[in-house]
């Protein structure tokens, strides 16, 4: 299913591939799809400006502000789960493992993990997904944006060394990777990525709103992230090592379930 833009009614795409244009039977508007072409594969031929990264993240983050304000959380937003219209138009698609807001989800235990290791939250990779808010999808809106304006994914490896760096190490500075990022676009990048979801941006519109004010010219309202502190537990680290443990412990059980994207 997608939304429709214009009215938000969800619209049945038959075809995993559509290679012609659906009409919404609620308010008839027309939707050109690019051949089903996923952002994924329109990344494995373009690597866009930062500009071009920038106005393709304000358009992603616009349409998830509209699937958060029907209720909707993703819980597995990535390149392969966003259709491009033919006008550059990102349609949110494949809803498997998406949650109402205001519900914590029953057919997900407590501590089981689930999604693409490579795009998922922290609280995700705690296995704490069945609770997660519109902030987990931000973490994933920021990781789309990091990969777009580098090239690279913020982390990378196999499924529990994914989890581990996810859950415990900073993300590198995509001016590290490509120079040319501007360090407002870095700032607003690297606060998706926060660890903790009370430090990202509360939605995806205020994401939307901050790119598009440096697109404009205007000062961006978000500030430059500080140091980031681990806290080790006890003086020897037996606290890290337990949840770094706990992590792989979890994926371990898991990596050869259907819950787990590669």
Not at 144 to 172: K, M, N, Y
Request: net charge negative.
């Amino acid at each position: 299913h997608i939304h429709c833009p214009h009215c938000r009614n969800a619209i049945e795409v038959v075809d995993e591939f559509p290679t012609c244009d659906v009409t919404c039977r609620s308010c008839d508007s027309n939707l050109r799809l690019r051949n089903g072409q996923t952002l994924a594969a329109w990344q494995t031929s373009q690597r866009p400006t930062i500009r071009e990264a920038v106005e393709l993240t304000v358009r992603i983050a616009r349409a998830l502000h509209v699937e958060h304000e029907c209720g909707v959380i993703h819980r597995n937003l990535k390149p392969g789960s966003i259709l491009l219209g033919r006008d550059g138009r990102p349609f949110l698609m494949n809803f498997g493992l998406a949650k109402r807001e205001t519900d914590e989800d029953p057919t997900i235990p407590a501590g089981q993990v689930f999604g693409t290791p490579a795009y998922m939250s922290p609280e995700q990779a705690r296995g704490e997904g069945h609770t997660a808010d519109c902030r987990t999808d931000i973490y994933s809106l920021g990781t789309i944006l990091f990969e777009l304006l580098t090239g690279e994914r913020p982390f990378r490896g196999s499924a529990i060394t994914l989890l581990t760096q996810v859950i415990h190490d900073d993300p590198p500075s995509p001016r590290m990777l490509h120079s040319q990022v501007p360090r407002d676009i870095e700032t607003i990048c690297l606060r998706c990525l926060e660890k903790e979801p009370d430090k990202r941006y509360a939605s995806a519109a205020e994401v939307a709103d901050d790119l598009q004010r440096w697109l404009d010219g205007k000062p961006i309202q978000t500030r430059a992230p500080g140091p980031v502190h681990v806290d080790g537990g006890g003086a020897d680290g037996s606290r890290g090592r337990v949840d770094e443990f706990r992590a792989v412990t979890l994926v371990a059980g898991m990596t050869h379930g259907r819950r787990v994207l590669l």
